[in-house]
């Protein structure tokens, strides 16, 4: 069971809003950054969201991050088929001393 | 563009040592974080541990008595050593990079190995 806790799974319909969450402790998201990782069956992870709410280059805006206190959240509106994946929040956690992620969300788009 | 190659045996016996090689270019290893992550499989995500280009190291408590990260800057290559490994250790075995405040902008294509007789 992961100390990130995630929802194991999402869904929407094109063009709904949906949003992931990432629920932690005072020792992980609440005192560190929150990264957001998109990942493909068959493929390798891809960064998301950084330190929060910064989207890398080539991410569409239509993703974006949050945190408040020791939960943060990943929002995807304007869903469309091709953000079928399964996605993944992570942070340091400072008492166990090791970097941490979410059990996964599986996003089903309908 | 940055590429990351991780290499080694795809099929380890129980209670011997896994090894594998992540290769690294387009870049230097220099100035970054290098870690190990595995995703076992139909799983999760799970972090092995990092090297930080200055040879400093940090694992998973979980692992920490059986993993080893090394680095060979002249080859430009991070290198993962898990020992005494069981069937749980099957898994997929991604390297990534990270800088001080972008964590796991990188990655390879992972290496899938399976421990089995």
């Known amino acids: 069971q992961s100390v990130l806790t995630q929802p194991p799974s999402a869904s929407g319909t094109p063009g709904q809003r949906v949003t992931i969450s990432c629920s932690g402790g005072s020792s992980n998201i609440g005192s560190d950054y929150v990264y957001w990782y998109q990942q493909f069956p068959g493929t390798a992870p891809k960064l998301l969201i950084y330190?929060?709410?910064e989207r890398p280059s080539g991410v569409p805006d239509r993703f974006s991050g949050s945190k408040s206190g020791t939960s943060a959240s990943l929002a995807i509106s304007g869903l469309r088929s091709e953000d079928e994946a399964d996605y993944y929040c992570a942070a340091w956690d400072n008492s166990l001393g090791a970097r941490l992620f979410g059990g996964g969300t599986k996003l089903t788009v309908l | 563009q940055v590429q990351l190659q991780e290499s080694g045996p795809g099929l380890v016996k129980p209670s011997e040592t896994l090894s594998l090689t992540c290769t690294v270019s387009g870049g230097s290893i220099s100035y970054y974080y290098w870690s190990w992550i595995r995703q076992p499989p139909g799983k999760g995500l799970e972090w092995i541990g990092y090297?930080?280009?200055?040879?400093?190291?940090r694992y998973d408590p979980s692992l920490k008595s059986r993993a080893t990260i090394s680095q060979d800057t002249s080859k430009n290559q991070v290198s993962l050593r898990l020992s005494s490994v069981t069937a749980a250790d099957t898994a997929v075995y991604y390297c990534a990079r990270s800088t001080t405040d972008i964590v796991f902008d990188y990655w390879g294509q992972g290496t899938l190995v399976t421990v089995s007789s």
């Open positions: 090297i930080y280009y200055s040879g400093s190291t």
């Open positions: 330190m929060n709410t």
